[in-house]
């Protein structure tokens, strides 16, 4: 998982889910598990 400040590009990646978890937000993906980020 990597830790960014800004999610903006891996929003755009298709299958991405944004989720917003004890205050945080996360992208996760299902169909690419790599693409796993959290800003903050």
Do not use: Y
């Not at 960014?4 to 929003?11: D, E, F, G, I, T």
């Not at 298709?14 to 996760?28: E, K």
Request: aromatic letters at 2%; charged letters at 30%.
């Amino acid at each position: 998982m990597k830790v960014r400040n800004s999610l903006r590009a891996l929003k755009a990646i298709p299958a991405a889910q944004i989720v917003r978890r004890r205050g945080r937000t996360f992208v996760i993906n299902k169909a690419n598990p790599r693409m796993k980020a959290r800003q903050g």
